[in-house]
């Protein structure tokens, strides 16, 4: 059952699907980090639980309806305490189930959604304008674009679950969509996880590549999206960081939405960097970087990682992963450091 979000008003009514997976219920802390204890699998196995929803914003040709995805173990139940939220942010190229909760029988986990369930989160994700389930229309959905749509999401999620701020991850694009919202609406950002991101793209050989179609970009509000350009993004940096039959999976999926897709954020990251003023992101922030990404040099975030505000902050690197740190073979790596950054203790004020 789809949710929709009529009014700011009205509270969606939570129903869903029971998903049936081997994964340990972690208890949530509401408004805070999962607790020890939470940190730990239980020994009896749980389901994920799932609900799609649609958040709606104003367009130029009327009601724009964004489709919302929500995981977590078990269903919510009236009057249990809120679990931490995470809302995952997808790119420029790919949608969020496909980016997020991609199905890979014989090629290992590769949902974010289920894993970080499992670890105790209320996972949501959300198609953006003119991206897989949510309406089509004929902008060109950039980041600015972006940014509106989180605003109308995650007002829904805040709505479900009471909780007042969420964790944000945004890959690639995505995290320059997140990077942006988290300065439009600091009240609503808890951490900030920002992957293969790019700050003004200086000696990026990627963004080089596609700057090359600048005019294209100027004067289309899509681009071709088809099965070899998918394949391209597991091998443009480094050929064998990313299983090759996950490509084609991710193509099937994918491909189901058409073979377009905006050409918005492609003109943001070639045109308009930076589009995130580090000095305005409160948030406790963590980059994470694919050894090999061609989207950002080294030097390119450490200048925007020393401008952030926050002390609370991580700049970390991962060896054996190109720009897709959601969908490469050392994926692991990637759970593991945006778990242990959002669960971080509190800090103890001194006595």
Known sequence: MIHEDRSPSRRAVIAGAGIGLGAGLLPGIAQGEPSKAAIKKASTPSKIWSAEYRAKKPGKQGEVSL???RKRAGAPKAGEAARPVLFLVH?????????????????????VMNTFA?????????????????????????????VEDLKAGIDVVVRETGQQ?????????GALRAGAYAMARPDRVGRLVLGAFTYKGEGSPTLAQRAKQLDYYRTHNMR??????????????KPGTSDAALADILADEELKFGDQVPTGTYLDMTANLPVVDPAKVLAPVLLIRGEYDG???????????KRLPSGDRQFVI????AHSVVLGLNRQQFWHVMRAFLTMPPLTAAV
Do not use: C, Q
Request: glycine residues 10%; aromatic residues 14%; without cysteine.
């Open 67 to 69: 489709y919302m995805f």
């Open 91 to 111: 790119g420029s190229s790919i949608s969020s189930r496909s980016s997020f909760d991609l199905v890979s029988p014989g090629h290992g986990e590769y949902s």
């Open 118 to 146: 499992e670890y105790g989160f209320d996972v949501w994700t959300m198609d953006h304008e003119n991206y897989g389930r949510s309406t089509r229309t004929d902008g060109n959905a950039d980041i600015a674009s972006g």
């Open 165 to 173: 701020k969420v964790h944000i991850f945004g890959e690639s694009s």
């Open 224 to 237: 071709p999206r088809d099965r070899e350009m998918i394949r391209s993004i597991f091998t443009r940096d």
């Open 295 to 305: 989207i950002a040099t080294v030097d390119d975030l450490s200048d925007f990682y």
């Open 318 to 321: 991962l060896p054996g992963l």
